[in-house]
DNA sequence: TCAAAAGTGTTCCGAATACACCCATGC
DNA sequence: GCATGGGTGTATTCGGAACACTTTTGA
């Protein structure tokens, strides 16, 4: 039992005689994928480092922790201040903590995913990157620290997320056509899908809400708008629904 | 940008001005849901605290991380120390940091899970814990910290992680038969299956290879036994088996 | 012989697949 | 008119659900 300033803590059971303190010397940051979709594809946002170390590298953007901040505010935080924007789509996926994959000391990152929509996001300045920009999934220039796992994980993740649950829908602005679904499922699993089978399939889910509304100023047949009934999935939710295709 | 002991690291947009120690405050630990399954049910192992804070109270079993130590390695160590294995199924599944959740201070969670046959284990004395028990998930006392949402997490992401890998089998021996299978499945899901059906949806995977050898001892017809195939699923991944029913 | 669990076969239905085809708009 | 993408219908196949039935063992 380790008896110090904090009171008794016997929770822990480390075996090496480290004086209490020192476990209470990691740095913890939070790092977010975000993710949006731009004319049929699957973008993520990258910050240049304007400073060493990695200087010039670009990364995926996150910040230090403080400690007065929950883990999930810290996300938001770093959200709002990049992107300008509250109440997106954000959940947590991973942690990474190798020993060596921060020069500046021990720190712990936890890996965050966000789905913004495009036509909301306003670029915004700021002064801890060089640049900021979005870069295609299947063209991702090598990045800093150990972002390139992080990066990795968070499109594994999506993917796999993507197939329980409708949430590519916080890609896509409110009103939708069906193709844009389907263009965006393909850019997501890298793979084509059968349009008449794809329709049917994602309107069997019974989420979707035909509007009164089509596609203005196109050079063809005019598409119907939907939008997600996020009330309606509420209460089928329970039946699971499969978006698997 | 920030500059300070190590090196600029500007990877940092905080924009309260804490010293940059100030960011190295956080104790980080791990704990670990360790499952087994025994005699049809699915149970978790919990120790029972031996000093304040939560004294006497049931917890999962966790420590905090040595600054020398890699994250996965920590909780290899924990599942060591305490079911006297190695080689264990383990994994990361969620961090837990909110900020109130240690009384001792700003102590920041990982929650791996992990996945043991029950035949194997042999139960460790320890010396940070007055007691260690196996707990049905159906009946679970309630636990120091926030460990209780942490059991939950835990509970609720080996049922997903089940509908897409076959993990299950860690739970089990090399040798079992298919009603073992079935068992698991609904003690882990809570649900009955139809027992032509199952057997019919679990050999279609074709990752189970029957043995040339049966029960013995059995007041009924001796059931064949099969063993789990890993080359054979890796080499069948591509193609995404569906272990949902 | 009987209880208990192992194991097989068959029918039915709905969902996924693979198509062929028609429709509305801008230029 | 024609290019372009929007949208519908159908025949076929495959897998899941439901359920009735036979087999093999120990006691």
Redesign the pocket.
């Known amino acids: 039992m380790i008896n110090n300033k904090f009171g008794s803590v016997d929770h822990f059971l480390s075996e090496n005689n480290l004086p209490f303190e020192d476990f209470f010397r990691f740095g913890l940051s939070v790092d977010c994928v975000i993710f949006g979709y731009h004319h049929g594809t699957l973008k993520v946002l990258l910050i240049q480092r304007g400073a060493d170390p990695f200087k010039y590298q670009w990364a995926i953007p996150g910040d230090l922790v403080s400690p007065e901040e929950d883990l999930d505010s810290s996300a938001e935080r770093i959200l709002q201040h990049l992107t300008g924007l509250k109440d997106i789509y954000v959940e947590q996926f991973h942690t990474f903590g190798q020993r060596d994959r921060h020069p500046a000391g021990r720190v712990v990152t936890v890996g965050y995913f966000a789905l913004v929509e495009s036509e909301k996001y306003q670029p915004v300045a700021s002064h801890w990157a060089s640049d900021i920009g979005w870069f295609d999934i299947r063209n991702i220039p090598p990045l800093a620290f150990d972002h390139d796992d992080i990066l990795a994980k968070g499109i594994e993740f999506l993917r796999k997320k993507v197939r329980t649950e409708p949430v590519v829908f916080n890609l896509l602005p409110p009103k939708f ?4 679904i ?1 263009g965006l499922y393909e850019a997501l699993l890298l793979e084509k ?9 994602i ?2 889910t019974g989420v979707l809400v035909p509007l009164d509304e ?12 939907f939008r997600f009934d996020q009330e309606r999935y509420d209460t089928l939710k329970g039946n699971t629904i ?1 978006f ?2």
Chains 1, 2 share one sequence.
């Open positions: 056509t069906l193709l844009d389907q899908f059968d349009k008449p089978n794809f329709r049917k399939k309107l069997s089509v596609q203005t100023n196109v050079a063809h047949r005019p598409a119907k708008l499969n698997e295709l």
